[in-house]
């Protein structure tokens, strides 16, 4: 780790340290916990066209993972871990219509066997103000929540564009009353295969900054701006990402039943404006009893990239002449789930997906989807099975004044299920 960095761990261990020196008499008074969930979800995928213009189907377990949430010192001090097995479930991807990411391309990216590792000491201060400060492996402090936490079981183009994940990450966080700002600094560089480590070389190399607005229990607004380094060249060769990224999120009851609503907007833009990707995307579901119908629409633009001989996949370290086209996808998803037992123990959700998909070209280059797909349209078939253990309330990627809950118990719900 170069000197810089050294710099930042102690001075993120010292300030944790502080955090977390609480009274004696508070300290003999809370007990320590520990909460343990686990997920899985067995997926049938069909794709029509896929590049070369075929027809696909796969059979994949997709999102397998095991998270646990510690506690001591009345929950002050806590550690976030979530570990992913889909490096080995899914070594090729999931298949899915635009998705890309990490070298990948219509086929979503196995995360890393350690999707977040995060330890994070918090103190209120006094007149409505907390403190946190949160450091390990994860989400940097910037845009919405990761798909794995909302309905859909297929991910949406934009999922580069609206997280910034599985970082070397230090976080600070302050809160006051309906207020939360987050600033973070992180290693630029991306993950290129499962098991790999964030380069600590280039910690700090990059940051984020996020404001969150919460008016009332199950409403939030954020807005985020961040400046990347080179996150597709390990070496720090390649294009700087500037990121905006705005987003609403409701969820409260309605109807009898329980209503989600969420929105966002993104802007990445590469090589001081050479390229520009902006993404809008709307989701809702409604979940009443044992039913849960939902939709989601996205209009995404996405960089083109040299192939390699599997079109699935697109060589790395990547440089600014790798990029040879934009597409805008314009994707419609409609979905709906019927779950057996509950959230906070054992559930099983049954669950079908049916896409719809136009893709178009935009800002020149030499990129002809017509001739690489075969087509503009597309259609996709999703067929799973959610099961989950103890799955209720965590939100991947907050952390410190922004977890939820904050003080007391933890909760582990990634996918808004009653």
Do not use: C
Not at 97 to 104: D, H, K, L, S, Y
Not at 213 to 240: D, H, I, Y
Not at 318 to 328: A, D, H, K
Request: proline share 7%; glycine share 12%; hydrophobic share 40%.
């Amino acid at each position: 780790m170069r000197p810089t960095g050294r710099r930042y761990a102690v001075a993120a261990l010292s300030v944790l340290s502080a955090l977390t020196v609480l009274p004696a008499r508070l300290r003999a008074q809370s007990a320590p916990f520990l909460h343990v969930a686990a997920l899985a979800i067995p997926t049938y995928t069909g794709v029509d066209p896929v590049p070369g213009g075929a027809t696909l189907d796969e059979l994949r377990v997709t999102q397998a993972m095991l998270m646990l949430h510690a506690g001591a010192f009345t929950n002050r001090l806590r550690l976030l871990g979530t570990f992913n097995a889909e490096g080995w479930t899914m070594p090729a991807g999931e298949l899915g219509i635009g998705v890309w990411g990490e070298g990948f391309y219509d086929r979503r990216h196995p995360h890393t066997y350690v999707t977040e590792l995060m330890l994070t000491g918090d103190q209120p201060v006094g007149g409505d103000v907390r403190l946190s400060l949160s450091a390990g492996k994860g989400f940097a402090p910037y845009g919405s929540d990761d798909p794995m936490n909302r309905p859909t079981v297929i991910f949406p183009v934009n999922h580069h564009w609206g997280q910034i994940m599985e970082r070397a990450v230090l976080i600070g966080g302050v809160t006051w009353k309906v207020l939360t700002l987050e600033a973070g600094i992180f290693n630029g560089d991306e993950p290129e295969y499962p098991s790999q480590w964030p380069n600590m070389d280039r910690f700090g190399d990059s940051w984020s900054a996020r404001l969150t607005v919460r008016p009332m229990a199950g409403l939030e607004f954020q807005g985020s701006r961040a400046m990347v380094k080179s996150p597709e060249n390990r070496a720090g060769a390649g294009l700087e990402n500037d990121k905006w990224s705005v987003s609403g999120r409701a969820d409260r009851p309605l109807w009898g039943g329980q209503g989600y609503l969420f929105g966002e907007w993104a802007r990445n833009s590469e090589a001081s404006g050479t390229f520009v990707f902006r993404s809008f995307l709307f989701e809702g579901a409604w979940s009443r009893g044992r039913h849960r119908p939902y939709y989601r629409y996205e209009n995404t633009d996405r960089p083109e990239e040299t192939r390699t001989a599997d079109p699935f996949h697109a060589p790395r370290p990547v440089f600014e002449n790798s990029i040879v086209g934009t597409t805008r996808w314009s994707i419609n998803i409609l979905g709906y789930g019927y779950q057996f037992g509950r959230a906070d123990r054992f559930s099983v959700q049954p669950m079908l997906e049916v896409s719809n998909a136009f893709v178009e070209t935009v800002n020149g280059g030499i990129f002809n989807p017509q001739v690489f797909y075969g087509g503009q349209v597309f259609w996709s078939l999703t067929a799973a099975v959610r099961i989950g253990w103890n799955m209720s309330g965590h939100r991947m990627g907050r952390y410190g004044v922004l977890a939820d809950p904050p003080a007391t118990q933890p909760a582990m719900d990634h996918h808004h299920m009653q």
